[in-house]
Structures are given as C-alpha cells and as structure tokens.
C-alpha cells in the first residue's frame, strides 16, 4: 500500500523504536490488506495511527514539562543546598559564639569568685579595722583619763606654784616695806607716816581691789599715798596690769598717788623705760634693799 508524504513526515516525529512498530504494523496491514483489508478498514487504521501520533507528542510535550519542572526542581534543590550550606555556616558561626560565651561566662564566673575573695578579705580587713578601732578608742580612754589625772597634778602643780610664787612675792614685799621708807626718804624726800601694808582697798564703785604694798608719806607738807607692787620678773604685760587694775582705779579713789614696782629681775631690756613712760615714779630691784 502506497504511504502518503505526510504519514511519513508523522511517522519520522515518533520515537526510533515506537516508528518501527508502527511500520511493521503498516506492513502487517499492508500484506493483510492484500490479502482481506477493505477501504474503510485502512482508513480507520491510519485514523488510529494518527491518535498515536498525537498522543507520542503529547507525552513528548509532557516529558519535556516533566524535564523542565526537573530543571526547575534541580535548580530549587541546588538553592536549598546553598541555603543549607549557609545555614550551616551560619549554625557554626553560633557554634563558635556559644563557645566565645561560655568562655566569657567561665571568665566572668572566676572575676566574680575573686570579687566575692576579695570581699571577704575586705569584710575581714574591716573586722580587724573595727577591732583596731576599739582598741583605739579604748586607748583614747585611758590617755583620757590618764589626761583628767595630768590636768588635776597639773593644776595641784600650778597651786604648789602659785603658793611658791606668792610666797616669793610675799618675801619681795616683805622686805621692800623694810627697806622702802628708807630708800623713798633718800631719793624722793618722802617721809613715811606709819608703816606699809598689804590690804584691800575699795574702789569708787565699792569693789575690793587687792594692794601689795601701800603706805602714806608727807612731802613738803602734802600728804601722798605710796602705791606698790612686787613682781619676781616684771614685764611689759604686767607694768599694763599694774596699770590697768591697781593705779588707774586707785587714782579715782586717792587722787595724786605714787606708784612704785618691785622686782627681782626684768624679762626685757626696755622694761624700765616703759614703766616710767607709763607714769611709774621708780623700779626697785630686790638687790636694792
């Protein structure tokens, strides 16, 4: 049987070993056909041979759909991959973080057993600073009291003192009323009524003023209270005492007096010179008398 050009261009479109079926099928119908094959019988068969051609190409269009959508899958599998390899990089990354921390919180767990060391040590430095301090305040105590026991020595100390310094000034006063009625006669001209003494004087306000050394005297028939005081060593200090709490209120009282010191020695050159400049009539020394 003759096989149109078109069949052929059909045929060649099929697969190698599916276009040799198909020919030996030909040729079976062809050799049937001689034999009993009619007209509308051959061409239900070329009916049936273009179905399978239309069907080979579908499968065909199929197959390469299935190919592209395995390009596709194999495309999606290689990016999951990359992204695998990613995450695994990016889960050692962590790996090594989590390794850097723990070793970061090893290091902050031994600073912070040092820090709690060196609390300790601190909390005892601080017991032994407390204890110190006790033993300090306790000290402080006894030198206290050791202090308040200095103090009443001292002030027994100063009582002995003073006595002896009263004593001493007792003993200057003493023998300057012996020698002064002399000594006053002598340079001054003065003639000592009575004798000196040792007493309080009242001021013009009624206060009681003590007097080391006070005595009357008439000089050219005028009456002239001699004022005294005996100093062991007279200073400037104590010529502006005199001053200030024997000659000025005495003058308020007497009027004209005459005001004299007595001393063993002078703690400065220029003693002398400022008690006369002040108003005192003389400076006797004990070495006088």
Partial sequence: MPVSVALIRKLEEIEPRLRGVLFAILEEIERQREETVTKKEFNELKEIVRELAEAQKRT??????????????????????????RTEQRVEELAQAQKRTEQRVEELAQAQKRTEQRVEELAQAQKRTEQRVEELAQAQ?????????????????REQ??????TVGYILENEAMKALPTLLAQEFGLKIEGRFVRKFVKDKKGRPIEVNIIGEAIKNGKKIVIIGEAKAQLSKN??????????????????????????????QPDVEEYAHKHGIKRVYYSYEF
Avoid at 61 to 85: F, I
Avoid at 141 to 157: D, F, G, P, S, W
Avoid at 161 to 166: F, R
Wanted: aromatic share 4%; no cysteine.
């Fill in 60 to 85: 065909e269009q199929r197959v390469e759909e299935l190919a592209q959508a395995q390009k596709r899958t194999e495309q999606r599998v290689e990016e999951l991959a990359q992204a695998q390899k």
């Fill in 141 to 157: 105590k006894r030198t206290e009291q050791e202090l308040q026991k200095l103090i009443k020595e001292h002030a027994k100390t």
């Fill in 161 to 166: 003192v003073g006595g002896l310094s009263s």
């Fill in 238 to 267: 104590k010529v502006l005492e005199f001053l200030r709490k024997r000659m000025k209120p005495l003058q308020e009282v007497f009027g004209e007096i005459f005001p004299i010191l007595i001393t063993h020695m002078i703690t």
